[in-house]
């Protein structure tokens, strides 16, 4: 079964800092498209992050501020937010997708739709 159970959320102040943690389960972690999406209060899920075969993408928002990194030893992915802003208020989800099979994702990151997994996800607040 697959498991994926984020952790590191919080409350930050505007220009402050936040480092979410995913520690993943129950599939191969090295096989599998890891990342972040996220949802803001009446909004819908929008992609942030994610890792593919080895590289890292980013939304154009995040970009330079956020940074997605995994051990692959520990079987953790983990989102290094700086330069919080307000607008980044949202709960935080850890997803997964089997790359294997006839969807195409070669330097992407899989939709919100395309995700075959998340967690329960975490919540960040940014405060002005």
């Known amino acids: 079964e697959v498991q994926l159970v984020e952790s590191g959320g919080g409350l930050v102040q505007t220009g402050g800092s936040l480092r979410l943690s995913c520690a993943a389960s129950g599939f191969t972690f090295d096989d599998h498209i890891i990342g972040w999406f996220r949802q803001a209060p009446g909004k819908e899920r929008e992609g942030v992050s994610c890792i593919n075969n080895g590289n890292p993408y980013y939304k154009e928002f995040v970009k330079g501020r956020f940074t997605i990194a995994s051990d692959n030893a520990k079987k953790t992915l983990y989102l290094q937010m700086n330069s919080l802003k307000p607008e980044d208020t949202a709960v935080y989800y850890c997803?997964?997708?089997?790359?294997?099979?006839?969807?195409?994702?070669?330097?992407?990151?899989?939709?919100?739709?395309?995700?075959?997994?998340w967690g329960q996800g975490t919540q960040v607040t940014v405060s002005s």
């Open positions: 997803a997964a997708t089997n790359p294997a099979g006839s969807r195409w994702f070669s330097g992407r990151c899989p939709t919100v739709r395309e995700w075959d997994a």
